[in-house]
């Protein structure tokens, strides 16, 4: 139990969250509906999506002020301070991709249990947070089906940010109860969760009102446990920035930068049968399973082996030559021209008309071995797209490769900011790591030779990819993704140098 000014709040643990379909739920958002109480690291991951590692570093230069502000001062006025310098001048747009595409990630690995067992139980939900509506409404919205979400609201001008908050300001304390009232006037909502004593003026106003414990005994509700599940995801850090990890990621930028720079020179000089010894010296890990098969003898007649890739980085054919020790071409759907210039093997864009790259594949296959990536694009979760079945129309000398990436710093992926950049940040990783298992040729039966349609033959091998790494087969497709990730269907001009990665 918990007192506030005479009234007593029960914790959340007392709520029951049975017949609750009628009911109307308030819930703050930091320390309430997520696990943790601070919100730095969203902003922190805001402020690298729209400025790079110097609107990170400012943030943290900011931070200690926030701190003061925050604890000892004013809560809102912290707040006000973490909104300005991760926001201030960012263009309104990035800001609405990096919400849709970076924070549900990290936003759905961090939902309360409790809050989520009494919200998820009830028919009409809302948020109501200190927290830029602009940076929340897209994940509580799309993932945790919320119904109205009331947040800070942010002054624009020409289409950027101001980092300033309009009228009423910040959402703290009565302000969050004067905002309750002015959305929900007409009836007082049956429960408010809350976390703190400046969220207890709105929940004074619910019938029922509980408070969230700040230590939990258990963890995160199971991503499976939400009403969808993140398959898309964008941005380029992988762990949430605490301001701890934030000033590491920061200090070891212009170190990491000057690492891949070394670690791709050594890549694209070397002679590829090198190439594995001098990557496991420079920290770059490759572990190669299975057995590949010999060189095409192309010299006889026989047409070369299509390595058919599961797709994880624009770096997967790369690997795959340094598994086998020798260089193998490559098919791409495009790639940025910075890439194709880095790049330590052959590259050959696809047109996407069928005919035309049918013709390009056969004409590489007489060459010799060659690597495909029929889903596309690449996804990071542990899904596999849907595979175009072109390729098994083409030949039935096919070998299924499982790739799998490992990165513990920097995604090596991006579907909304410069492609060129994909192998650099990939290299900057303190030690990154690569698998590459090779499976058993397809038999004549299971190939279009044998019988078998090309969609047969293109279910079968990802079903057997994603055997192999424990993945799950979607039906998922490129357009798919850019559409969640960038709101367009993936096709960019070759003249901005940004490809499908």
């Known amino acids: 139990m918990v007192a506030f000014r005479g009234e007593t709040f029960k914790t959340v643990d007392q709520c029951t969250s049975v017949g609750r379909e009628g009911h109307t739920v308030v819930a703050d958002m930091d320390g309430t509906l997520l696990l943790g109480r601070s919100s730095f690291p969203y902003f922190a991951l805001v402020a690298f999506e729209v400025g790079g590692v110097l609107r990170l570093l400012l943030l943290l230069l900011a931070a200690p002020l926030v701190g003061v502000l925050y604890y000892f001062l004013s809560e809102s006025a912290g707040i006000k301070v973490l909104i300005f310098a991760a926001l201030a001048g960012a263009r309104v747009e990035e ?220 770096l997967d054919p790369v690997f795959l030559s340094v598994a086998l020790g020798r260089p193998i071409a490559a098919v791409t759907y495009s790639v940025s021209r910075l890439s194709e210039i880095l790049s330590p093997i052959r590259t050959v864009r696809l047109s996407r008309d069928r005919a035309r790259d049918a013709a390009m594949i056969r004409k590489l296959l007489q060459e010799g071995d060659l690597a495909i990536c029929p889903e596309g694009t690449t996804c990071r979760e542990p899904f596999l797209l849907r595979f175009s079945a072109l390729f098994a129309e083409l030949t039935d000398q096919i070998v299924p490769v499982a790739t799998c990436s490992r990165m513990s710093m920097f995604h090596g992926t991006t579907a909304r900011g410069w492609k060129g950049m994909d192998p650099f940040y990939f290299f900057m990783n303190p030690s990154p790591a690569y698998e590459v298992t090779f499976l058993d040729k397809l038999p004549l039966e299971i190939t279009c030779s044998g019988g078998k349609s090309s969609h047969e033959v293109a279910n079968y091998i990802q079903r057997a990819i994603a055997s192999t790494l424990s993945y799950e087969c979607t039906r998922f497709t490129r357009k798919d993704k850019y559409r969640a990730l960038a709101g367009n269907d993936g096709t960019v001009p070759e003249k901005k140098s940004k490809a499908e990665g």
């Not at 920061?250 to 170190?255: I, R």
């Not at 299975?290 to 890739?309: K, N």
């Open 95 to 314: 800001v609405e991709l990096a919400a849709r595409a970076v924070l549900p990630k990290f936003y759905s690995a961090d939902v309360h249990p409790e809050a989520w067992r009494v919200f998820s139980a009830c028919g009409r939900r809302c948020v109501l947070t200190a927290n830029p509506r602009i940076m929340v409404e897209a994940f509580l919205k799309e993932y945790l089906g919320a119904d109205l979400v009331i947040g800070t609201e942010l002054g624009t001008y020409k289409g950027r940010l101001t980092g300033f908050a309009v009228h009423p300001g910040v959402l703290v304390g009565r302000n969050k109860a004067a905002a309750l009232r002015k959305q929900l006037p007409e009836a007082s909502p049956e429960i408010g969760l809350g976390d703190r004593e400046t969220d207890f003026p709105f929940m004074s106003l619910c019938q029922e009102a509980y408070v969230v414990p700040p230590k939990p005994r258990c963890g995160a509700v199971a991503s499976d446990k939400l009403p969808k599940p993140v398959v898309f995801h964008d941005g380029r850090l992988v762990q949430k920035p605490t301001p701890l990890l934030a000033l590491v990621t920061v200090l070891w930028f212009p170190a990491g930068f000057l690492l891949a720079c070394l670690r791709i020179a050594s890549g694209a000089l070397l002679p590829m049968r090198y190439v594995y010894h001098v990557f496991r010296a420079l920290g770059v890990r490759v572990t190669v399973r299975g057995t590949p098969p010999p060189p095409a003898s192309t010299s006889l007649g026989h047409s070369g082996v299509l390595f058919v890739c599961s797709h994880r980085t624009l």
